[in-house]
């Protein structure tokens, strides 16, 4: 049986393999008529599925990822430290929109 885990890191760099996980995508395949709730929804069936089905210590849970509606970028790395969105103009745009002293908050 071969395994598809990363090859251990160089000696010279201390690290190891921890978290180990195993992912199941929960696709929505037309951005525009599914909703996140819908997602939510599938993701929770997978969830209640493995549970009936696997017998197992590990408890199924659901996650995510926040990103950005527009570009889909992972928001923790669309964000500068003010919290204004550098991933797409789009999603500038609107923060700017939402924010009463954009120039006073960020010194300018």
Request: proline share 6%.
């Amino acid at each position: 049986m071969t395994t598809n885990f990363p090859q251990p890191a160089p000696k010279v760099k201390l690290t190891s393999y921890d978290n180990f996980r195993v992912v199941i995508d929960v696709p929505i395949l037309h951005r525009d008529r599914e909703t996140e709730a819908d997602a939510r929804r599938k993701a929770n069936a997978i969830v209640d599925a493995i549970k009936r089905h696997v017998d197992i210590e590990s408890i199924p849970y659901v996650c995510c990822d926040e990103v950005c509606r527009f570009c889909d970028c992972l928001w923790e790395d669309a964000v500068d430290e003010y919290g204004a969105p550098l991933c797409c103009d789009k999603a500038l745009k609107e923060w700017q929109a939402q924010q009463p002293n954009v120039d006073e908050q960020k010194g300018t």
